[in-house]
């Protein structure tokens, strides 16, 4: 979904696929995650072939695996790929973060590629645990970047100590998400600036609250 920054922390290696590149790498890095998602529509997930993605992209196949080592992994680098950029200041309101974390939702969805392999993903997600693992492995990602909005929120005492940053996202973003690809009910800004106030409005009820104070 976004770009933010990830909190200060030890350093430890980059997964596969994760270092962007420059020059010829990077054009290569640009085909193999175009042709992975022309794959993935027109195959799904379960049927897709890392030697017809590297064959797409014009690359051997043992460039792929030596960069990304599985599927999963350049899955997980496409949807990466695909994200927006956006800014969780600490000096805005958590329901204001929260309505930019929702309206980045709605944005993603407008974007046919994003919207493309995000339906691919949930369909195939029901039915292969490996499609399962790598959808969540991105939307974890996600949540870990936006959940910012939130630790912010609780460092200054706007909602409680012991909230759990992930499920306010989760709050925030499953009902659009229902909507997009699983009704296919329309969404509007409207409905995410709702979507945000509802969970900002929860989590400083402390209805989010799921451990003790640190």
Not at 65 to 74: D, F
Not at 124 to 145: G, I, N, W
Request: no cysteine; net charge neutral; hydrophobic share 45%.
């Amino acid at each position: 979904m976004d770009r933010t920054e990830p909190p200060e922390g030890p350093q430890s290696t980059p997964a596969p696929g994760s270092v962007r590149p420059g020059g010829r790498t990077a054009r290569t890095r640009a085909a193999v995650l175009e042709a992975t998602l022309a794959e993935l529509v027109e195959t799904g997930y379960a049927d897709a072939r890392i030697d017809r993605i590297a064959a797409r992209a014009g690359v051997a196949a043992t460039t792929v695996y030596r960069r990304w080592g599985s599927l999963e992994n350049i899955v997980v680098d496409l949807a990466d790929d695909l994200a927006v950029s956006i800014e969780l200041p600490d000096s805005h309101t958590l329901e204001d973060n929260l309505r930019t974390v929702a309206r980045a939702v709605l944005t993603l969805n407008e974007d046919p590629a994003h919207r493309a392999w995000l339906q691919v993903m949930v369909s195939a997600a029901v039915r292969s645990p490996k499609a399962r693992e790598a959808l969540s492995s991105v939307l974890a990602h996600r949540r870990d970047l936006t959940s910012v909005a939130v630790r912010h929120a609780v460092t200054r005492g706007e909602v409680p100590p012991g909230t759990d940053p992930h499920e306010v996202i989760r709050a925030t973003v499953a009902p659009l998400y229902l909507r997009m690809y699983v009704t296919g009910e329309p969404v509007t800004p409207a409905d995410a600036d709702r979507a945000a106030a509802a969970a900002a409005l929860a989590a400083r009820a402390g209805l989010f609250v799921t451990r003790p104070p640190e």
